[in-house]
């Protein structure tokens, strides 16, 4: 079983930066994680993924403005924003999913994990 704590939400400016992290552990070689975000009143999106084969993908709302990464010998996952929008405002939340075959994914179907989440404003 994988267990995951979000941290590093808080308020910013439009055009700033932040750094989330997600400590996990129960990792093994057929793990992925993913990003997501979930704006007021709407539903959860899967924003960025990473396989365990280092391989990612992001949704194209934030695709050349966010980072996915993974550091293994910290148990650590990142999300590394840049340029944040007001419409970035929201609960981010990481996953984990250990389904056969799957590599990575953006769809919350595939996750069995979740952390509890770490809150994101973007106001001025």
């Known amino acids: 079983q994988v267990q995951l704590m979000e941290s590093g939400g808080d308020s910013v400016q439009p055009g700033g930066s932040l750094t989330l992290s997600c400590v996990f552990s129960g990792y093994t070689d057929n793990t992925y994680l993913g990003w997501f975000h979930q704006a007021p009143g709407k539903e959860r999106d899967g924003i960025a993924s990473?396989?365990?084969?280092?391989?990612?993908s992001y949704e194209n709302v934030v695709k050349g403005r966010f980072t996915i990464s993974q550091d293994n010998a910290k148990n650590t996952l990142y999300l590394q924003m840049n340029n944040l929008k007001p419409e970035d405002t929201g609960m981010y939340y990481c996953a984990a999913g250990q389904l056969h075959g799957v590599i990575r994914s953006l769809s919350a179907d595939w996750y069995q994990y979740w952390g509890q989440g770490t809150q994101v404003t973007v106001s001025s």
């Open positions: 990473i396989g365990n084969d280092g391989s990612t």
